[in-house]
């Protein structure tokens, strides 16, 4: 079991807890990132690791701004910040193209 601080008891129960989701927005992650940075965190460098602190409320997870920037402090000034790579989306355009070559090839 995770001890978690008062201060994030605190700030979440008067209302200035932030979403996992608001959060993945913001930092413009994938939510699923986050809640690993909940779950696994991540790699501090020398063997341990950095978990975002948070708490589930109902059906969402909740954490604070203070405890975000207590994350990112945490975690070696080299390490990059976690981002999602973007998704390529498919042009409709390639699509259409590869269902008219079998008509062209057989001259159709």
Known sequence: MVIVENDLITDIATGNGISLVELAHRHRANPSTVFRWVQKGLPRGD????KLQALRRGKKWLTTA???ERFFAALPASA?????????IPSKRGSVRAKQAPQEQYGI
């Open 80 to 88: 990059p910040i976690p981002t999602a790579p973007p998704v390529p």
């Open 66 to 68: 203070a405890a975000v």
């Open 47 to 50: 063997g341990t690791r950095v």
